[in-house]
């Protein structure tokens, strides 16, 4: 009998305790822990408190951006993937604006880049790092994601050079 009840007793505290987390972290802001000893644009890990929801954007692919090229050909999209990643990143930007959110709501992105026939195949990175850090780590938009980079075989269309996967916070 007395087991019993330290049991009931142990699990009401962790209730209690667990209520009390959650109301201490109710109204709190987003946490993002920026990497040890680096300026780097990208958040080591975001903490989200359960206040706010989580909003998860479909991948967004190149937009056409010049009409007048053949839809197979990577200069419809932007070209190089520098130029795939502002459209993709401007198409993410507007879809949050459309829902209420905004590219500071972002709190991780998966990118898929495929490798660049004119880089030997391998994905372009630098080109990446050029557009992203127009859109996040900078002075008029300084919240950073936490982000994850894969190099992938290939899109639906083999003129797409970039995919990127948004998640986001609603308060």
Excluded at 27 to 45: C, K, L, M, T
Excluded at 80 to 94: H, M, Y
Excluded at 136 to 152: C, D, E, H, M
Aim: net charge neutral; aromatic share 6%; proline share 5%.
């Amino acid at each position: 009998m007395l087991t019993s009840v330290i049991r009931i007793s142990f699990f009401g505290l962790c209730g209690l305790l667990s209520t009390v987390n959650i109301a201490a972290h109710a109204g709190d802001d987003v946490i993002r822990h920026r990497i040890a000893n680096s300026n780097f644009p990208v958040a080591a890990a975001v903490e989200v408190p359960a206040s706010m929801s989580i909003v998860y954007l479909s991948g967004k692919l190149p937009p056409i951006q010049d009409l007048t090229q053949d839809k197979n050909s990577p200069l419809a999209y932007g070209g190089d993937t520098k130029g795939q990643t502002i459209g993709v990143l401007k198409a993410i930007e507007k879809s949050l604006k459309d829902i209420g959110l905004g590219l500071g709501d972002v709190i991780k992105l998966q990118v898929f880049l495929v490798g660049d026939p004119a880089l030997n195949n391998e994905m372009d990175m630098d080109g990446f790092m050029a557009a992203y850090i127009q859109f996040f780590g900078t002075k008029t938009q300084p919240n950073v994601p936490a982000r994850s980079v894969l190099k992938i075989a290939g899109l639906a269309n083999s003129a797409w050079r970039v995919e990127i996967e948004a998640t986001a916070v609603r308060k």
